[in-house]
């Protein structure tokens, strides 16, 4: 923010109105690329299914058949409103998902970041290698892990995966390094405070910013993931939304939009499924825009 | 140096920020009173990391090594399980279907992050030097893809692409044309790279973004008496003091790109076949287990791309060490 006050006052003083004008075509071109598709999906949500294969009105602009209320009800019931187990299981496994592993990693990051104990450098250099492997390739192997212990096909299946994060514990190991002066500790512990009560109300409030980037980054990742509840799940049930809208579209391209027109709800569905997440996008501004460069810090 | 009340902290220019693993020499002197204190101290680290640890070990190294181990038997029908050595990896290396989708992904990555990039650093380097509302509310827009999840992406974009319902058919059929489907053989290539540009280059772009706005504004002052216009400002000194985070991105872009997986699975239904099962290494080693139930090839098949990548990305940070930015 200090930035933005310091030069706002300078372009003030010296306007070069045409190159301005050049970034803000540019930005427009931009904006309207990323915008495309979602006014799509707006616009067709309202689209009834005759409307969407055949509408008169093109597929970026409403028919004269305004459609949405229809299509929502129509999503929240069919088949006994599965729709709407997936939007709980989604929030289900963000939160769980999302919140565990922002605890983990505020826990090691503070511990690497704090102290000295044996092992911490091979622990870390390890933790460091780890952020290389993809993790996508870890999902089969698990699945085989848990189908040992019989816990594929559960929650758990989705939700205990999700806890890892060593990207949030690097994260959270550098911004502590810097944000909890050592100095501080010190003067804590000789005022006779314990090291867990230091941590939770000495360092804690200190970390917010780090907090608050680590949670949305898991949250985003455990809700937007695919391939791990697909690959662990196989009661349609226990689905989130991705995993479900996507058995929706091949059940709809497999038979050819015979019987109920899935297609719709698939379009509608997309749009519920989004509003979530960019909701707490647009609100969390403040607490998101500068945190997410936690990572270029060093 | 850190202020801890807002957000700006994580701005701090990356060349001044301080080595982290710098030795807190204060602390020494304060924890060397008593060996009992140091060996107490030593303990509640561990206990911090301890949860950590567990799952670590439960969902990293235990799925490696069983991967690794599972990789390194075959199951065949009438001989049951049995070790194999290397077997595994020897088909995998020599299996089409395999090298097919490692040489899709490599390709990808290679046209993909640049173009990214160049997105991302332009938005970037544009929203920087702009403080109107248009400029605020675009950088907002361009980075709400990354709230929607890839699934719904890859879905938008297949119906835009579609050729009976897609606007693109529609605005070529006004002239009377006959608009390219972007799934097709020869297009698909390019119908992915438009999908996953959009979903990642606002992401980027907040990330480049957040480093520029942390360059202490005073240098491009100092380099506009010098005499360097616009450009000279933005290539000499803004890139150069935001190349630790486009690295960072560009690691992380190229992990994503080799494990690509989910844009392609969805598309897969409505691309009349060009999206085949064994597209990428990720999607043939997911129809390997769950299609034909062959976990000890499917386990080899992850694995060996678990190492392609790791490979890649050493290759890549090798390249870049000169610039003196690493993760390390």
Known sequence: MSALTTTAPELARRPRPR????????????????????????????????????GSAGALWFDSNFNLVANLQDLFTYNGGEYLHWLGNSFLYALSGGLGATAISVLAGYGFAKYRFRGRNF???????????????????????LSNLKLTDTVWAVILPSLLSPFGV??????????????????????????????FQVSLPLLRPAVVTVLLLSVVGTWNNYFLPLAMLSTSRLYPLTVGIGLWEQLASGNNGGGHSLWSLIIIGSLVSIIPLVVAFLTLQKYWQGGLSLGSLK | MADHGSMTTTSAPPAVAAPAGAPPSPRRKAASGSEKMV???????????????????????????YALYLSLFTKGLATGTKFSGLDNYVRAFSDPSFLKGVWFVLRFSLVLIPVQMAVSLGAALVLDSLTTRLARFSRLMIFLPYAIPAVIGALMWGFLYSPTFGPLQQIASLVHAQAPFLLSQDNVFYGLLNAVTWQWAGYYMIIIYAALQGIDPTLYEAARIDGANVWQIALR??????????????????????QFFSEPQILAPIANGSITPDFTPNIYAYNLAFSYAQFNYASAISFALGIIVFIAVYVFMFATRKRGSSLS
């Open chain 1, 19 to 54: 190159r301005n004008v050049v970034a803000h075509l540019f930005l427009a071109v931009l904006v309207l690329y990323f915008l495309v598709p979602i006014w799509w999906l707006i616009v067709a949500s309202t689209k009834d299914a005759h409307g969407l294969f055949s």
């Open chain 1, 170 to 199: 690097y994260l959270m190991r550098v911004y502590t390094a810097d944000a909890v002066p050592d100095e501080l500790l010190d003067a804590a512990r000789v005022d006779g405070a314990g090291e867990y009560r230091m941590f």
């Open chain 2, 39 to 65: 060996a107490r101290r030593a303990r509640v680290g561990w206990v911090f990391i301890a949860p950590f640890a567990v799952v670590f070990v439960a969902f990293l190294l235990a799925p490696l090594a």
């Open chain 1, 123 to 145: 622990a870390f250099a390890l933790l460091l290698g780890s952020v290389m492997v993809p993790l996508t390739a870890l999902v089969i192997p698990t699945f085989i892990l």
């Open chain 2, 237 to 258: 000194i803004k890139v150069p003091m935001v190349s630790s985070a486009m690295v960072l991105i560009l690691v992380f872009a190229l992990i994503g790109t080799l």
